[in-house]
């Protein structure tokens, strides 16, 4: 048997990039098998024997969501269908992982409705990087490994050698990702920006606040995700205002949605770095504050790991 | 029992809710600026038999999304059952597979309904009779045949015609309801890699074939093969050519295709929500609403 003959790796239409860079790194070649009928219905044709084979769906499920969900799990089926041996969707960013909650009456926990239905397509495995919250592995009985973005986003971070680091998050939700980063970066500055309501003026607003000393300091931001960048670019605006000496932004999933963009040019920030869970648009990779990070060597080392039988916490996981 | 609506075919929902004598009960469908949606519904339903209408044509994946997290909504506010009227059931054609690697997508999107918590399904006309059995849930196959023959009835004698082998069942089903009309079928090609369709013969007598012939079929997608069958037809002296399709599935060249073929009227059922930009003076809608209301 040839060498990587075991496993196949297979991408969808939303990430073809990074599967093709972790294709690369391993010595295999990426099939990609979705097409289009004139109706808009997805068709998915692996043109390869998987027989007994491993097989990787590198698929993030980005916008358009719903379209990226439903060619995972075609995909899914299909080597399911086609005698794999066990079937690893690979899901670099998780779409509606934010709705992982009853958060008002009679609303769907969607997030578990995209979990029964990977599992119920036939996945063996459900591997994500720093979904939106951990409980989310519970939605299904099958092994759900998560891993964090710290561990590409790290050196890029490190290269810069900031002094008086200070690590925030942008809100009361972020506290225990920004005091892993700081743990990590050999810093013991940790400020929080908070919202608080202001209950002085006679109708009620939130203002923020922050805890820890942020003046004269470099501040690294800290969050999982910049979707439309509101809450991450408040916070940068507050924290310059209390005098810091610079506010750059750490994310592992830059959506990058609405007006996301212009809010971040016009504000304190003065680089953004996230990673390309993400496809990211021509417009974002041209945007000079913005430094993309490739989770590319990160995914390929998982891969190997899983396919060999080793273990993915043991230094994988910072 | 309440009925909710997807974003799919509200205007069915609320001939579906008026012909039950009800009223649609209210959901809120958000979509966040990156293109997630969220659904609220918004009465309470604990114990109560509920009806979701969602119709799963174009966007199709986003619509089987909706219907998804709005059952799931259902089931977890406390619904007592939730039938699930899908009027066009998206990716039937996907039924089996094909070709060696092809995926049955079908499967997939019935079982994601089911684990969603769908307790009852209502469809029309699917593409094969087989397709009930791929669903664990009981379904509730209605047909919008019997609307079509009320109308060729209206138009006297002619022939039927079945576009393609595959719906000679269908075109005996309704050559019964018609006092045992003739009817004729062309035959199709299609080349699988390309998906081009080329429509040269006729399957049946073709001396049956009168100034008037009624294409007959479940679907109208590209509208290629009506076109082409038209065009057979009109080569063996028909004249007057009227095609009946329940789901009209139109891509986007469809309506233009259609309206400039050798085609006289098109008649489609409500099965699909047809907006605006695609309807055409040749177009006339029959609703499938009252079946709906009766089958509840």
């Known amino acids: 048997m040839a060498k990587n003959d075991d496993f196949v790796l297979l991408t969808g239409r939303s990430n073809p990039a990074l599967a093709k860079e972790i294709g690369k790194i391993l010595g295999v070649e990426v099939l990609e098998p979705i097409s289009v009928f004139s109706d808009g219905e997805i068709r998915v044709r692996i043109a390869k024997n998987l027989r007994r084979r491993m097989v990787f769906i590198i698929q993030p499920t980005s916008t358009p969501v719903n379209d990226h969900i439903m060619e995972l799990l075609f995909m899914i089926d299909a080597a399911k269908r086609a005698s794999a041996f066990e079937v690893t969707a690979v899901i670099p960013y998780y779409g509606y992982g934010r709705q992982d909650r009853k958060e008002m009456s009679r609303v769907p926990i969607s997030s578990s409705v995209v979990a029964s239905a990977i599992t119920a397509a036939g996945a063996d495995r459900i591997f994500t990087i720093d979904i939106h919250s951990e409980q989310q592995e519970g939605f ?126 016009d504000s304190a920030i003065s680089e953004v770095i996230i990673t390309n869970s993400i496809a990211q648009r ?20 998982a891969i190997k790991r899983i396919k060999s039988g080793e273990s993915i916490s043991k230094d994988l996981i910072l | 029992m309440k009925i909710f609506s997807g974003s799919s075919n509200k205007a069915l929902a609320e001939r579906i809710a008026k012909a039950c004598d009800a ?21 309470r339903v604990v114990d109560e038999d509920c009806m979701v209408v969602q119709s799963t044509g174009t966007p199709v994946d986003t619509n089987y999304m909706e219907l998804f997290f709005l059952v799931d909504a259902l089931k977890r506010s406390g619904a007592k059952s939730v039938t699930a009227v899908v009027p066009y059931l998206g ?39 087989k397709i009930p059995e791929v669903f664990s849930v009981p379904v509730v196959h209605l047909s919008a045949l019997p609307l079509f023959a009320d109308k060729i009835k209206n138009f006297g004698e002619g022939t039927l015609v079945s576009p393609d082998m595959g719906g000679l069942r269908r075109i005996n089903k309704m050559s019964d309801m018609l006092d ?3 009817w004729i079928a062309t035959i199709k090609d299609r080349d699988l890699d390309t998906g081009n369709i080329s429509i040269e013969k006729i399957e049946g007598d073709v001396s049956k074939l009168g100034n008037k012939a009624f294409i007959v079929d479940d679907m109208i997608a590209s509208g290629k093969t009506i076109v082409e069958s038209a065009k057979l037809l009109h080569k063996h002296g028909a004249t007057e050519i009227y095609v009946f399709a329940t789901h009209a599935v139109f891509s986007k060249e469809a309506p233009e295709l259609l309206e400039n073929s050798l085609v006289k009227k098109v008649f489609v059922a409500d099965t699909v929500f047809v907006p605006e930009e695609k309807r055409f003076p040749k177009l006339e809608i029959l609703t499938v609403a009252q079946m709906v209301a009766a089958a509840r």
């Open chain 1, 140 to 265: 299904t009985r099958k092994p759900w490994d998560n891993i964090f973005g710290s561990y590409s986003l790290l050196p890029a971070i490190k290269k810069k050698h900031l002094s008086k680091l200070v690590v925030a998050a942008p809100d009361k939700g972020g506290m225990l990702q920004a005091t892993g980063y700081a743990k990590l970066l050999g810093s013991d500055n940790i400020a929080l920006v908070y919202k608080k309501r202001d209950i002085q003026l006679n109708n009620v607003s939130n203002t923020l606040a922050m805890i820890g000393e942020v003046k004269d300091k470099n501040v690294l931001l800290v969050d999982d995700m910049i979707d439309t960048a509101g809450t991450i670019v408040n916070a940068a605006n507050h924290i310059h205002k209390q005098g810091a000496k610079s506010v750059r932004v750490v994310a592992t999933h830059g959506i990058f949605s609405g007006q996301a963009l212009e809010k971040i040019s």
């Open chain 1, 282 to 301: 021509p417009e974002v990779i041209k945007n000079k504050k913005i430094t993309i990070v490739s989770v590319g060597p990160l995914l390929a080392e």
């Open chain 2, 23 to 43: 009223t649609l009960s209210p959901t809120e469908i958000f979509v966040f600026p990156d293109g997630e949606r969220r659904i609220q519904v918004q009465e």
């Open chain 2, 91 to 129: 990716y039937q054609r996907q039924d089996h597979v094909f070709r060696d690697g092809e995926a049955v997508s079908l499967d997939v999107v019935v079982h994601a309904l089911e684990r969603s918590g769908a307790s009852r399904v209502i469809t029309f006309d699917l593409h094969s009779i």
């Open chain 2, 180 to 182: 045992n009309m003739p």
